[in-house]
């Protein structure tokens, strides 16, 4: 396979003003018929030929202006259709086959619990018809659908019904129309025997929408918390934004089978019914979280994607970073807002960091690929969000939104690019964002030394702030970025935020200072005590900063600064300081030592009852085993794992009283529902329950017990249920582990949990465990959700198990790799992450990693994971 690059984009050169489609359904044999309304681009030459994309299409027709093409007129390959001669404007037929039932790579058109649906980002539409399958092609559709009246009595597409009928043979159909010009991604049909719940929302302008939210009937119970959330989300996107939806309904289709979370096709968005089915017996309050998250994500993209879209898939993130950053500040007000923050951050830094730093890393604008499905990641996603908030907090709140209103008036119905984008808001603030620009061409995670220096007798601090961004793949020297720095100075006498006087200027306790060179120095004056330096709140930047704090400064900053994230980082950054001691101790077999002030700082913050719960949950939780391993030479799993049980031992042991206490004090019976409150009482008694589960005592265990049979909701059942899974206790864990997958047999979502609960088990016997629910009834490989649950969940989440030293573990993933890669390139693609970070282990390990790619290798690889492979063995 041949990488394309940015630099070689030229328009098409015909465009599709009008596409019209006609899908007579079957399993096997569905027959599209495709009218598309050609013309040259005006840019283009005239005379060229028609090149269409196309992939696994038997061609039974093809016509011009009516006219039946000879077979010297066209040729069809492996990707797609030429006609040599056409004229400058011209009808286009074609009629095509496709075979919905055999295609597993859930691109295309597909069939998933009997019922017909499509997913067309990117390059899926190909699938279904001939044409220019590219999102600078944009096109109003008018879509007939035609189905068994009875196996699909419902037949849905993008916009509008328009007719409907009963045709011979028990068929009938609907006609839709989308008035909307769209690019081919965002096509969408479902068919099939599906229920509705409907409800209503009244546009700022007055106008009515019908919301429709459509499930398997068992699923009709579980819809009420993606409803409200679209309709929040609605709200939200007219006061936050002014943007208003543009057709008279909005629908939502719920499918088990799905490569994502969901997808934003215009009017019709298909959900992973992971991504938008809740109901307190079985969903998490992370998951309702989540399926709000998505709903309005994909509400979102309406005008962040649809009305305005990608010129081409290098700008993928002017999309999707932007849509995050909206999604993220939608749930950042519906939710508890530093807890939000703090969830994606510590997200970020765990996984993004990683991709920034391994085989794989890509700017947040790439400029070539093989395969853009492997371009749906979190450098795209979550570090396109970090850019879009720099921006935002760069310019300022109004400038962003009169921006923003610039960007959706000036470019709405086109396809765009990133420049236009960011260009909008350097128009709107004035301000000069050349430098800036290269956020997104620059891949690797910039990292900032910083030192700062205290002058008694002028009063002064000196504060000095060094970057560098580590050579990436194919891009070995990098230049300076544009930085913005958020910080205070917290005075060690008084603890407070100092004023703060930078160049003569007051700038109040709280400032942004810009780091623009590769070094640059900062002179605070009238700095009346010895501050220790808040640095980088709010995580105003996606880097790393260092600062040699000691570990009594982080304590205090624990204690003191006003920053609500920082004083959680900096409670972060004291625990990874005393783990660092500990993995230590344990390589060099020495007996390991608890640093006493994480175990203070933990009883100031028990004994402190803050009123913010959510906080105190998140303050409360240690570093992840992935987190701590990030910031390791070399990851160490074992050392790790052992370091991390080992503190949460000790903190057991000596605050076992105050986790009791904590954990009684917020038991509650009152009646599930996900708000804000509620959530935060029950994460903190969670915590505590973890706590006093890692020393197993009676007690504990009592607990665990009691909260699982209570059976009051799904994350408290499903936190006690993996404390008990997870400890020596199999007495007591095994009977609740059946019971549970007998209750939840019947409920894929559920079973997935069952999955994920099992095979992140810390003990030794647990890849015996993975192999053998392989062949569980529950479990199939051709389920995206299933794969994750069982084999992802695995190879991500439980790492002294995956990296066992005999590479039982690596073999596993590789042979599940090996089979997906023939039923389905984009998840085979992810799922083979793990091996790529082979760089990061020991020598012994690295070579087990290397042969399990090898292996793969060898095999005859899709693009998708051609693509992975070659870069991590390159
Ligand atoms: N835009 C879709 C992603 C689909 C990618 C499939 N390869 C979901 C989203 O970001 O909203
Ligand atoms: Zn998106």
């Not at 918390?225 to 929040?232: D, E, F, G, N, V």
């Not at 709107?428 to 620009?437: E, K, P, T, V």
């Not at 206790?729 to 609740?736: F, L, S």
Request: aromatic residues 10%; negative net charge.
């Amino acid at each position: 396979p041949q990488p394309i690059y940015l630099s070689d984009y030229r328009p098409p050169a015909y465009r599709v003003t009008r596409t019209e489609l006609t899908f007579d359904l079957d399993p096997d044999a569905t027959r599209v018929k495709a009218r598309l309304h050609l013309e040259r681009h005006p840019e283009r030459e005239a005379g060229a030929p028609l090149a269409l994309d196309g992939e696994q299409l038997a061609l039974k027709a093809i016509a011009i202006d009516g006219q039946p093409l000879e077979q010297d007129e066209y040729e069809v390959g492996e990707a797609g259709l030429v006609v040599h001669r056409v004229p400058e404007a011209f009808l286009l037929d074609t009629e095509v086959e496709i075979a919905p039932d055999g295609n597993t790579a859930l691109s295309g058109l597909y069939r998933s619990s009997g019922m017909f649906c499509t997913q067309c980002e990117a390059e899926g539409f190909r699938r279904i018809t001939f044409y220019p399958d590219r999102p600078d092609v944009m096109a109003t559709f008018s879509t007939t659908v035609i189905g068994d009246a009875e196996r699909e009595p419902v037949l849905l597409s993008n916009g509008n019904p328009v007719e409907r009928g009963e045709l011979p043979g028990g068929r009938h159909f609907v006609t839709w129309d989308d008035p909307h010009p769209k690019p081919s991604y965002l096509f969408a049909l479902v068919a099939g025997d599906l229920r509705k719940v409907e409800d209503g929302f009244t546009t700022m302008s007055g106008r009515e929408v019908t919301l429709q939210l459509w499930v398997e009937e068992e699923n009709l119970d579980k819809t009420d918390h993606a409803m409200a959330s679209l309709k929040r989300a609605m709200r939200w996107d007219e006061e936050a934004y002014g943007r208003e939806y543009d057709l008279d309904r909005f629908m939502i289709v719920a499918v088990n089978d799905f490569n994502m979370g969901a997808m934003e096709n215009k009017g019709l968005n298909i959900f992973n019914s992971a991504a938008v089915l809740t109901h307190p017996h079985t969903a998490t309050d992370a998951a309702f979280q989540r399926v709000e998250g998505i709903v309005a994500h994909e509400y979102f993209h309406n005008w962040s994607g649809n009305r305005v879209t990608c010129r081409d898939w290098f700008q993928l993130s002017l999309k999707e970073g932007f849509t995050v950053f909206r999604d993220q500040c939608f749930s950042a007000e519906t939710n508890s807002a530093p807890v939000k923050r703090i969830e994606d951050v510590a997200f970020f830094r765990t996984a993004q960091f990683a991709e920034d730093a391994g085989p794989t890393a890509h700017p947040v604008r790439p400029d070539h690929y093989i395969e853009i499905g492997n371009f749906y990641t979190l450098t795209i996603y979550e570090k396109g969000a970090e850019i879009v908030r720099m921006l935002s907090n760069l310019v300022g709140k109004e400038a962003f939104r009169r921006g923003s209103d610039l960007y959706f008036e000036r470019f709405d119905g086109q396809a765009v690019t990133i420049e236009d984008f960011v260009d909008c808001m350097a128009e709107a603030s004035g301000q000069d964002l050349d430098q800036f620009m290269l956020w997104y061409a620059q891949a690797g995670t910039p990292e900032i030394d910083a030192h700062g220096e205290y002058d008694y007798a002028n009063a002064e601090y000196r504060l000095i702030l060094r970057q560098r961004t580590p050579a990436t793949p194919g891009q070995p020297d990098k230049q300076a970025l544009h930085i913005p720095v958020r910080l205070g100075l917290v005075g060690t006498k008084s603890g407070r935020d100092l004023p703060l006087t930078l160049d003569g200027e007051m700038r109040g306790t709280d400032t942004v200072i810009h780091l623009r060179e590769e070094e640059q120095e900062f002179l605070f004056t009238d700095v009346s005590e010895a501050p220790v330096p808040s640095l980088l709140r709010g995580f105003s930047a996606p880097v790393k900063l260092h600062f040699p704090y000691g570990r009594e400064d982080l304590a205090f900053l624990q204690a003191h600064d006003s920053d609500g994230f920082n004083r959680w980082d900096a409670g972060q950054r004291l625990a990874l300081l005393a783990l660092d001691d500990l993995i230590a101790a344990h390589r060099n077999g020495v007996e390991k030592v608890m640093d006493p002030r994480v175990t203070e700082a933990f009883r100031v913050l028990l004994a402190a009852e803050s009123d913010d719960k959510a906080v105190l949950a998140q303050m409360l939780t240690l570093p992840s085993e992935a987190y701590i391993a990030e910031q390791q030479p070399l990851v160490d799993v074992d050392a790790i794992h052992a370091a991390r049980t080992f503190v949460k031992q000790s903190l057991a042991l000596a605050l076992r009283t105050d986790f009791l206490h904590v954990y009684r004090e917020h038991q509650h019976d009152a009646p599930y529902a996900p708000e804000p409150e509620q959530i935060a009482a029950r994460s903190l008694k969670n915590v505590a329950l973890s706590y006093l589960m890692a020393i197993e005592d009676e007690t504990g265990l009592e607990l665990a017990r009691e909260q699982f049979e209570a059976d009051h909701n799904m994350t408290d059942v499903r936190h006690a249920l993996t404390l008990l899974v997870h400890s020596s206790r199999g007495d007591i864990a095994d009977p609740a582990l059946k019971a549970f997958g007998e209750t939840w047999a019947h409920d894929p979502l559920v079973m997935d949990q069952w999955f994920a609960i099992q095979v992140t088990r810390p003990q030794p016997d647990v890849l015996d465990r993975v192999t053998f629910l392989m062949e569980h009834p529950a479990f199939s490989l051709k389920n995206p959700n299933k794969v994750r649950a069982l084999i992802g969940t695995f190879a991500n989440q439980n790492p002294v198990n995956f990296h066992r030293a005999d590479g039982a573990g690596y073999r596993l993933l590789a042979d599940t790799v090996i089979e997906l890669n023939r039923l389905n390139p984009e998840i085979a693609a992810r799922l083979v992450t793990p091996l790529t970070r082979w760089a990061r282990f020991d020598e012994a390990r690295q070579e087990l990693m290397k042969g399990e790619l090898e292996r793969i290798r060898a095999e005859e690889l899709s693009p998708n994971v051609y693509e992975v492979v070659e870069k991590a063995l390159a």
